[in-house]
């Protein structure tokens, strides 16, 4: 598992770790946003 993370991390670089970064902290914040709304509107 490690070494095909760093294998995966090598090849993609720091703009391919950038883009995973916020990617995810879109889709964290994304989900956030729209579960806030649900629970208040439900």
């Known amino acids: 598992m490690r070494q095909a ?3 995966w991390l090598d090849s993609q670089g720091l703009l391919g770790i950038a883009a995973g970064v ?3 902290v879109t889709l964290l914040s ?4 729209v579960g806030g709304y ?3 509107t439900l």
Request: proline share 0%; hydrophobic share 70%; charged share 10%.
């Open 5 to 7: 993370l760093q294998r």
């Open 22 to 24: 916020l990617g995810t």
């Open 30 to 33: 994304l989900l956030l946003v």
């Open 38 to 40: 649900l629970l208040v």
